[in-house]
C-alpha cells in the first residue's frame, strides 16, 4: 500500500449540502430556515428568551453583596519575602517597604497596600511597613527580631480635569 492509495471508508464523509440555489433543489427560497422574521436571518439568536415564560435568571434568587468600598490588598508570605532575601532581590537590612517589593519584582502593582500573611518561615531580621499583617506574621518578624509596622496605604491621587475655574 502506497500513500497515494490510501482512502476514507464509504461514507465516512458527507457532501456540504447547498442551500438557496432555487426551487427546484429543494433547499432553495429559505433555505431550510422555514419563513421570514429573526430566526430566518444570519448572525441572531434569542438567549434566554422562554417563549414568554418568566426566564430562569428572573424565576432564582438573587444571593450575595459586592462591596464597592472594599479594599484590595497585595499578598505577600513571610517565606516568600525571606526567599527574596536570600535571592538578594531585597535588602533585608533597609526598611522594607511597597515600593521596594514593586522594585524586587514581588509585587506588581501598588493597589490598596500590602497585607503580609505568616505562610513560611523568615530568619532575616527586617523591618516593614504594610498597611495590614495577620497574627501569624507578626509574630514570625518578632521572632526573628524584626519589626512590623502597620500604616495606611497612601492611594496615588487622581486629578479631575475641569477643576480649576
Avoid at 419563513?35 to 444570519?42: A, E, N, T, Y
Avoid at 525571606?82 to 531585597?90: L, T
Avoid at 524586587?104 to 497585607?115: H, M, N, Q, S
Amino acid at each position: 500500500m502506497k500513500l497515494n492509495e490510501l482512502s476514507d471508508n464509504k461514507g465516512a464523509n458527507k457532501t456540504r449540502v447547498r442551500v438557496g440555489r432555487g426551487i427546484g433543489s429543494g433547499k432553495g427560497k429559505t433555505a431550510g430556515r422555514g419563513v421570514k422574521g429573526q430566526k430566518s436571518r444570519s448572525g441572531v439568536a434569542i438567549k434566554g428568551y422562554e417563549g414568554g415564560q418568566m426566564p430562569i435568571y428572573m424565576r432564582l434568587p438573587k444571593r450575595g453583596f459586592n462591596n464597592p468600598f472594599s479594599k484590595d490588598f497585595n499578598e505577600l508570605n513571610v517565606g516568600q519575602l525571606q526567599a527574596a532575601i536570600d535571592a538578594k532581590k531585597v535588602d533585608g537590612k533597609k526598611p522594607i517597604s511597597i515600593e521596594v517589593l514593586i522594585e524586587a519584582g514581588l509585587v506588581k502593582r501598588r493597589r490598596d497596600g500590602l497585607r503580609l500573611l505568616g505562610k513560611g518561615e523568615i530568619t532575616a531580621k527586617v523591618t516593614i511597613e504594610v498597611a495590614g499583617a495577620s497574627k501569624g506574621a507578626i509574630a514570625a518578624v518578632e521572632k526573628a527580631g524584626g519589626t512590623v509596622s502597620v500604616v495606611e496605604a497612601k492611594k496615588a491621587k487622581v486629578s479631575q480635569e475641569g477643576d480649576s475655574a
